[in-house]
């Protein structure tokens, strides 16, 4: 009986001991796992701050806090938010879509109390040529920037940026928010200067091991869930998406950014096969999969959600889908003024996707 007794506090003190070194991350990750059998998460890129509709004025104005396309179409918000840190980098006030970095601060975090998912993304810009992060008319710029390169200097201050800000990421008890940090993202294409033809393989690693390294090791984030986010590729082997794949040791998710910009069928088979791979590689190294950022633009098909994305994403043990930003000249969510409206409450009410009530309550 005493043996048996202290078997159970041996193991209650194991739990509890487990439970206490999971960082927040690893919190994150599994929060996410347990979701993931009920579904997918819905997300949106930029939500709160500006819609299909109406501009943000960013003014302190408490009733234009947590605005929402998504919430005024369907009654909830989404269950991932996506914010862009690009123009931290140069301290400037506000990011490259003129939201003030205090704003992205203030809503990623009021997410987060609400209890929803957050993820950061961030498009800096070229280190080299001052241009932004499509300035692709240099091929030197990974190098540039790597130990040794002439811009390394200037791209440890960019990267000292990005973490003070991250490090102002805490709740009124000042616990640090668990953030999905998806740097580097798309760096299959060639638009952004890391893109595939921007760099070797060597520098690609260099790259994304000099910012994590600078983050975890030196500033020692512990609340960042790491996400490997190439583009729609339609063409992966192993072999291929391993040259650039940071290792199993540095990335809890996997992410896919894809979006239909020609024919329906043509992603179709893209999308499919793609999910395919990653699905395979995700399950055998244990890793999240997520389509980080996904969308058609403009809804110019209104039923697009519920007739092509959604019955491929059903196919696969997908963590979250996030729509790009709802910007008057390019939204990829809903408004409810549209006619993509209609479809979009389908997606809503369907036993498989998360919104924010779905994962909070
Ligand atoms: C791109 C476009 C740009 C925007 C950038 C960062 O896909 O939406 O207009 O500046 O993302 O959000």
């Not at 997918?40 to 605005?67: I, K, L, N």
Request: hydrophobic fraction near 35%; aromatic fraction near 12%; include cysteine.
């Amino acid at each position: 009986m005493i043996w048996a007794l202290a078997g159970c506090i041996v193991a209650a003190c194991t739990t509890a001991k487990k439970e206490k070194e999971l960082t927040k991350s690893e919190m994150l990750r599994e929060r996410m796992a347990a979701l993931q059998v009920k579904g997918y998460m819905m997300g949106h890129q930029d939500d709160p701050f500006y819609g299909v509709t109406w501009e943000g004025t960013y003014s302190g104005d408490s009733a234009e806090m947590g605005r929402s396309d998504v919430l005024e179409t369907c009654g909830d918000y989404p269950a991932v938010m996506g914010f862009d840190l690009g123009g931290i980098e140069m301290a400037d006030e506000k990011n490259l879509d003129s939201v003030p970095f205090a704003r992205i601060h203030d809503e990623l975090i009021a997410h987060h109390e609400r209890g929803g998912i957050v993820t950061l993304s961030w498009h800096p810009r070229n280190p080299l040529t001052g241009g932004t992060a499509w300035d692709v008319s240099d091929t030197t710029v990974v190098k540039s920037i790597l130990p040794e390169g002439s811009q390394h200097e200037k791209f440890k201050t960019w990267m000292q940026r990005v973490a003070d800000f991250i490090g102002t990421l805490k709740t009124n008890d000042g616990q640090p928010v668990p953030v999905i940090f998806r740097p580097w993202h798309e760096n299959n294409g060639s638009w952004f200067w890391w893109g595939q033809k921007l760099c070797s393989d060597e520098e690609f690693h260099g790259l994304w091991n000099m910012l994590q390294d600078y983050l975890v090791e030196e500033r020692g984030f512990t609340n960042l869930l790491w996400s490997y986010s190439p583009n729609l590729d339609g063409g992966w082997n192993e072999e291929r998406f391993l040259q650039r794949y940071p290792g199993n040791e540095r990335v809890t998710l996997i992410g896919e950014d894809a979006y239909q910009w020609g024919t329906e069928e043509d992603f179709k088979t893209a999308l499919k096969a793609d999910l395919d791979f990653i699905s395979a590689f995700a399950g055998k190294n244990n890793k999240l999969m997520a389509m980080t950022e996904c969308g058609l633009q403009n809804m110019t098909d209104s039923t697009w959600w519920t007739r092509v994305l959604k019955p491929i994403m059903d196919q696969y043990p997908i963590s979250y889908f996030l729509l790009w930003r709802n910007y008057k000249k390019e939204y990829f969510g809903p408004s409810p003024e549209l006619p993509c409206a209609t479809d979009f409450r389908q997606l809503y009410e369907a036993d498989n996707t998360l919104f924010l009530k779905d994962i909070s309550q």
